[in-house]
Structures are given as C-alpha cells and as structure tokens.
C-alpha cells in the first residue's frame, strides 16, 4: 500500500486519541476492579462528542459480541454545534461507486490514482481534481486534502443533491388561546421572547413567517405587506378546514416586519378576556400542515390542556391513583393514530412539528408527542406552568424560548448511516421517520438533538482489522445552501473478550439501555424494562467471572471499563421515567421517556449522574485560558455524601439545575469574597445568582459557572442552597436525596450482591 | 370444492404480502404506500381463513379443522395485540425498526409452506 492509514493498531489508537476522541487503551484498562473493595470511582473520558460507539473494540463475530452481553450500538449528534468545521467547496464530492460512502480519512490509498473504500473495500479511482489540494497549493498528494484529514467534514452539495430548489426558512407559530392558555399567561412572554429575538430567527431574505391561533375556532392572519394593521380572518368549521387566503397568511419576515411586530404586541390583549374553554388541536394542526405544504419549514405549537374539539380530541386517561402503583404504568404509548399520521404526512412534506406543553393538568402527552417524534421535531414541556405561581417554570420557558428561536436549523434533511461490510443497522432511536433500511428522514433538524442506532454483526470482520462508521447528514441551511456533513469514525476489530471489555464505553452503553429499556417499557410494560436493565448488569457480571478464569475473589468484580455500570444502571432505574414505586405524574414520566431519547449523551449523563465539583479550594491549577478569561477546572469528586463536608462548598451540576451546597462551617472569606455576605446566617434563603464582585475567587467561580452553561444547549437555573432552613427545605431535600448523594456505593454493593447471589 | 377456492385465494393474497414486504425491502415502495397496501389485506385475510376453518368445522373434516385452526387463532391475536396509536397491524413507522420487516416476512413465509401443505393433504384426500 502507497498510504495507509495506520499500518499497526497502537497508531491506530494513538491517532484516534486526536481524531475521533478515543482515548488510547492502556493496560490500565484490562485490570479488573472489584467494587468491595473500590471506592473512589470516578467516569472515564473525555470522549468524542459527537460520534460514540459502546464498544470502542468491536468484536470480531456475533458470537463473540454475544459472550460480552454488550449491546454493540452507536449514539450520534450530527448537527452539534461545532466551533470549527472545515467546509469543502471544491465541485467534486468524492465517493465510492459502490456503496456510496464520502471519501474519509480512514480510506487507503493504494496509489496515487487509486483509492480503497474501508466500508465496502471496493478500489476507486482518483478523479484528477482530487489531486490538486487547495489548501497546500500542492499537486499529487491526495491524502494531504480536508477530506481526508479530518473526520467530519462539510461540503457544499451540487444540484444532484436537490430534490426540488432549496428552501427558504418558513416558520409558522400555532398559539392555543382558551381561557386555559390566557390563565396560565404564557403568551405574553411568548410575544415578548419572539419579538425581541425577531431579527436572529435564522434566514435569510427569503425567510417567512405565519402565525395561527386557535381555541374552538382557527384564527388566521392576514400579514400582507400594505396593510395598515393585521387582519384577522376566523374559520369556524373546524370539521372540514380550509385556508381562507393563499398568500397572505406566511409573509416574507422582511418585507412585513412591523405588521409582525404590531400583531405580536396586540396577540396578548387580544384575548386577555375570552370565555372559551374548548381546544381544537386536531383542525389547528390540519390547517397548518395546508398552509406548510407548499414549502415545508417548522411548526412550533404551544399547548396548554388536553386537546378537546375535532379531530384528535383526546380523553383524560390517568389514574391519579396509580402514580405511586409497582404494577405496570398504563397508557404510555399514544391513543389515538391521528397525531402519528399527521406527523408522517408532515414529514413527506418536510414539515417539522415542534410541541411546547405548558399545562397544570394531564394533557396525555404520550399521543400529543407522535406530531414531534415522526417529524423530527422537538418537545417541551412546563408541567404546572403558570406565570405568576409558578416563576421557576417561566424563566426556564424564557431561556428555553431564546435558544429555541436562535439556534441553528437544518431543512428538508434526510440523514444515512453507513458501516464496513458485515455490520448492519437494525434499530433506531430518537425523534426521526426510518424512511427505508438506512435512510433516515429528518424534517427539520437542530443542534440539540442525538440519535442512537443498534447494530448487529451479520458476517465476521475477518477481512479487515478496522471497522468504520459514517453518518451523512443533506440539509438545506437556513440560508438556503444545500449542504451534506460528514461524521465519520474508524474502530479496531478484535478477537478477545478482554479487548472488548477494555474498550468497553460505559456511558454510552447505558445511554443505547436507557433508549431501549423505554422502548421495552412501552412494548411490554415498565417492571419487565427494569428486569431487563437488572439482568444487564448481572448478564454481565457472570460473562466477565466465567471469561477472566483466574479469579477466586468474591465480591462485585467488573472489568475497569465497566466499573460504573451498576451505578448507572441504578441511578437510571431511579429517573423519572422508569422508576416505579414513587409518585410519578404520567405526562411527566412520558416526557422524561423523551428527553432520554433525543438529548445529547452529555447531558443525559448528568442527568443521571451529576458532576460534583468543590468550590471553595478552586484554584488555577489546569485551568484553561480561553479569550483572556481563566476557566479553572476543578477536578470531579466521586459522587457519594463522603465527599461532601461542612466546611466547604460544593457544586451539583444535574444537567438541568446547578446547585451550590454552602456547608455551615464554610470559611468567612469564600462566603466574603464569592456570595457576598458576612457570615452563614445571613445567606437569604433563595439565592439563584453568584453575585458580581471584584474579588479573584469571584471571577474565577463565575467563569467557572458561565464555562459549564455555555457547554449546554438549555441554560439552567442555579439555586443556593444551605443546611436547613426553612423555604429552601425543598431545595436541600431535593439535594441530599437526589438519587446519586446516598451512600449510593453501598447500595450499589448490596443491591447487586443480592441479586448476583441470587442469579448466580 | 369450494375450500380449493379459499385455499387458493388465501395463496395469492399470501404472495402479495411476500412481494409487497421484499418490494419494501428493496427499496421499489416507500414505508407508507407498503404498510396501506398491507393493511388493506388483513381482516381480509383473516375472514377467509375464518371462514374455512368454520367450513371445515361444519363439514366434519376434523383433521384439516384441526390444522387450520392455530393460523386463525394466530390472525385473529394479531390483529387484537395492536397497540392503540398504531395504525394497523403493518405500521409505517415500526417496520424498518427492530427487525420487523423480517419477521412479517418470515410470517409470511410460514404461513405460505402451511397453506401448501393443507393443499397437498386436500390433493391427496
């Protein structure tokens, strides 16, 4: 071979720890621990962000794969927002003839005219503009190009890429107006948010906007540029919906700019004194899918009661009673098809819905999710949304609402996953429509939302000792640019069960469990997903006792990759959505199913397992330095109540709220210097701000702070909490028995004992 | 024999199912226009093999009863298991996830040996 990429495995994985963010395996790693014995456990990492497979060494045969009792599966986050992406404009997009696959860093060059496909092994030919590379301004040196020196890449897509013209950014907002969604107040701040944010909505000039409200009848607005103030036209029949005007009701943003604003500053008032009670969903959405037909674009629809009028209207199907029930959670799955078709029928349209729930009561979310799940769109819910009794819930509407409205957005997409011969795709995971065996349709898609697929090996690796991955996102930018990013990864194969165990990704293994136990969850019912999560830590346990022969030790022996595994089964069989025994509201378990399937692999990890940082000994050491501003980088605690102690201060990073832990014998200065008082007593009991002062600490403690929410799509809420007082009693019960600060090893330890014991 | 006729009309439903699902399989349909199609086929499918079975059932021929008796059973559990926001038993939004494009095809399949080989035993009888 002329150029290959990595001659041996130990580059292999040198260069991976650059690449795709696979850290180099030592022999660290094949060392067994046994959790009797170990305390401190601390996650592994840090990991590629985008690309994760749960097995960094892939076996070699299904057999092998089955004598692990891993599941093998991949969790991608294909449109992350990324600080660099080298973008190709050259006119030839490189790609095998047979598979399709783009040309990636991981491909072998045979010589300087030819090149060997690493997921079908098929040799192409080098077409001659590949030879030349812009970059370096040099001739002859294929490899040396963008293409192949980086793993995601971005390239400009020509007019074979393009089903129809590209198109223009198209956003219609449908509005419940019932005297619910008036008591509950939340559309005032809906018009305040878009109006401020009205000139970062991404697009271009071609960009259009729509607005539709509804309560028993459908409201439309007529927005034409000309005319003196908005015209509202009201379609009673909500039986047989038709669209009163053709092209008035999505106008150029541009072009009719004040009449927007004028309606979104009269929207509030306008309704400030209705009397209906009714909601029409079902009709609101049938004529928001006519008017978004022509275009496509995105559908945000905001919701606040069961949806009671027309079609789709939907019972109240909770049993108060059985929120605490150990029994099977009935009604998780969805009541009615209408809600389903509606989204495929968007999706053929390219018509993304985008669902906000903000409702006190039961609003059977499990059948209203269907409008966002096959349409790739996204959902929110406020549960007890109100916006005088409730600021908790507004103000994360309102920061949710800005980066809604701001972030980036991909049109008309549709999204392929390819991997080396012999590896197929048999599941998917997240908000998408599997159009056919791999391709996978995608409305609209945004920066917050992952996927995860399973895999299984059909034929043995035994061609090759390098197995890769490829997903190929085509979508149309918000500018009306037709693009294709490209992610790709590149694994070892290998033949040992030790190997795989040491490569084994802990998190994203109980990330891909989480998504199937849900699924599981719905299928057969929640104590049978539980078992089944049980099992995989025992499945596990007894695979490892019988491979690793030599050990004679009793106690609670995993491979060191794995070492967290029953923790996190354990922290995942508390969280919302699959626990039992404890009161949990159904639409509120339904949406935890939600956020489980669609949020990013970082995120969902804090969820289930917080980061625990102390605070009060921060200090500079391997801080980074980023725009002139040191971010330090305190090091992560084991999470356990052991680590927290009275004189210190601790941070709580639960992905979506941060908590500071002052302990009652903090020093005078940290309580001085970083939260401005004098002395413990007089900490006010609810505190949500890190105060500004001009103090080292100070600045270092918010840089810190401001590092950690800008890492995160959704910015959360911080609260300061303290020992035992009174109003911020819920806050420090809520702290102290979050699943995780329990003596969370011991249970760990017992709980697994007792059922390997009993297994085994 | 009128039972010649639902066996054989049974047959033919059975190798549309099979060429519709391998249709889907390669791509020629997309999910929506197959699982349609499919569905319109369903409680067809299951009155005629009622309908036979009831037949057999009526004319005393215990052992073919006996043998077509589990497939209606099977049809009609089917048909009943479906969860409430599916729509129908072939749902375009399952079908390519977690195999079941395989399976319905193996169901198919087995269904087809079994119809041919009660029309073997009604040959030989």
């Known amino acids: 071979m002329w150029w290959q990429p990595f001659p041996n495995l130990s580059q292999l994985s040198a260069a991976l720890g650059g690449l795709s963010g696979v850290p180099e395996l030592e022999v660290e790693t094949l060392r067994p621990v046994n959790l009797v014995q170990e305390r401190n456990l601390l996650p592994p990492g840090p990991w590629s962000r985008t690309f994760r497979c749960t097995l960094t060494s892939i076996p070699q045969t299904q057999a092998l794969l089955n004598k692990a009792r891993l599941p093998l599966g991949l969790l991608l986050h294909p449109f992350r927002d990324l600080q660099q992406l080298p973008v190709i404009t050259s006119n030839t997009i490189v790609r095998c003839r047979t598979c399709r696959t783009y040309i990636n860093p991981f491909v072998t060059f045979l010589d300087q005219r030819r090149w060997k496909c690493n997921l079908c092994y098929r040799v192409n030919d080098v077409p001659d503009e590949f030879m030349y590379n812009p970059v370096t301004r040099s001739y002859g040196e294929p490899h040396r190009r963008p293409e192949v020196q980086n793993s995601t890449v971005e390239f400009i897509a020509s007019s074979d890429y393009m089903l129809r013209p590209p198109q223009p950014a198209v956003y219609l907002f449908v509005l419940d107006v019932s005297h619910n969604a008036v008591e509950s107040g939340y559309l005032k701040y809906f018009c305040d948010s878009l109006l401020e944010n009205l000139d970062k909505l991404p697009g271009n000039g071609r960009c259009r906007v729509g607005f539709l409200t509804f309560d028993s009848t459908i409201h439309f607005y007529n927005l034409q540029n000309g005319l003196s103030q908005p015209q509202m036209l009201v379609v009673s029949d909500i039986h047989d919906v038709f669209i009163p005007s053709h092209d008035n009701l999505m106008v150029n943003l541009k072009e009719s700019k004040e009449l927007v604003k004028e309606l979104l500053a009269a929207l509030p008032s306008m309704f400030a004194h209705t009397r209906e009670s009714q909601s029409a969903l079902g009709p609101a959405l049938q004529a928001a899918f006519k008017l978004m037909t022509p275009t496509g674009g995105r559908v945000s629809v905001f919701q606040t009661q069961l949806p009671t009028l027309g079609a789709g209207l939907l019972q109240s199907r909770e049993d108060p009673n059985q929120r605490s029930s150990t029994k099977a959670v009935q009604h998780l799955g969805p009541a009615t098809d209408f809600y389903k078709k509606l989204a495929l029928d968007c999706s053929g349209q390219q018509i993304g819905v985008d669902l906000f729930l903000l409702s006190s009561q039961y609003s059977d979310l499990s059948s209203l999710a269907c409008m966002s799940k096959f349409s790739a769109g996204s959902v929110f819910y406020y549960p007890s949304f109100h916006h005088v009794h409730n600021p908790a819930q507004l103000e994360k509407f309102q920061r949710d609402l800005e980066r809604y409205l701001t972030r980036k957005i991909g049109f008309e997409a549709v999204m392929r996953i390819r991997c080396t011969k012999g590896l197929s795709i048999h599941t998917f995971h997240g908000n998408l429509f599997v159009r056919s065996t791999d391709m996978l349709s995608l409305a609209n898609v945004n920066p917050d939302s992952a996927f995860a697929v399973q895999m299984s090996i059909e034929d043995s690796l035994a061609d090759s000792s390098l197995a890769c991955f490829q997903a190929a996102l085509l979508y149309t930018s918000s500018k009306g640019k037709r693009r294709i990013r490209v992610h790709t990864l590149c694994l070892p194969v290998v033949t040992q069960l030790s190997e795989v165990y040491a490569g084994a990704d802990v998190q994203a293994i109980t990330c891909l469990l989480a998504n199937m136990a849900i699924d599981r969850s719905v299928s057969s019912g929640l104590p049978d997903a539980r078992d089944a999560l049980v099992n995989a830590v025992v499945d596990l346990v007894g695979a490892y006792r019988t491979s690793v022969s030599n050990l004679q030790q009793n106690g609670l022996v995993l491979p060191s990759a794995m070492r967290l595994f029953p923790l996190y089964i354990l922290a995942l069989l508390k969280q919302k959505a699959l626990r039992t025994g404890t009161s949990t509201r159904l639409d509120e378990r339904v949406f935890a199913m939600c956020q489980f399937k669609t949020e990013p692999l970082p995120q969902l990890m804090r969820l289930m397992h917080p980061d625990l940082y102390r605070l009060d000994t921060i200090s500079d050491q391997g801080a980074l330095h980023l725009n002139d501003v040191i971010v330090p980088q305190p090091q992560l605690l084991h999470l356990s109540s052991e680590r927290l102690s009275r004189d210190g201060t601790f941070l709580l990073d639960c992905g979506s709220v941060l908590f500071v832990w002052v302990g009652r014998a903090c020093s005078d200065v940290f309580l001085r210097d970083v939260l401005g008082v004098h002395d413990y007593a007089s900490l006010p009991p609810s505190m949500n701000h890190i105060p500004e002062l001009d103090t080292p600490l100070s600045e270092r403690i918010r840089a810190f702070l401001d590092w950690l929410q800008e890492n995160r799509a959704f910015s959360c809420p911080l609260h300061v909490i303290r020992y035992f007082r009174l109003p911020t009693t819920h806050y420090v019960i809520r702290f102290l028995s979050s699943p995780y600060i329990k003596q969370t090893n011991k249970n760990i330890v017992s709980f697994n004992q007792s059922s390997v014991v009993h297994r085994l | ?125």
């Open chain 2, 1 to 125: 024999k009128p039972v010649f006729g639902f066996v054989f009309s049974s047959h033919l439903c059975l190798s549309s199912l099979i060429i519709t699902l391998s249709d889907l399989e390669c791509d020629y349909i997309n999910a929506r226009a197959c699982c349609s199609k499919l569905n319109k086929w369903v409680i067809p499918e299951m009155i005629g093999q009622c309908l036979s079975t009831m037949l057999m059932l009526v004319s005393m021929h215990w052992f073919i009863f006996l043998l077509n008796f589990p497939v209606a059973v099977w049809n009609i559990y089917r048909y009943v298991k479906v969860p409430m926001g599916n729509m129908g038993v072939f749902d375009p939004t399952e079908i390519h996830n977690r195999g079941q494009l395989k399976s319905h095809m193996k169901e198919s399949m087995i269904k087809l040996g079994y119809h041919l080989l009660c029309f073997f035993i009604y040959l030989y009888r």
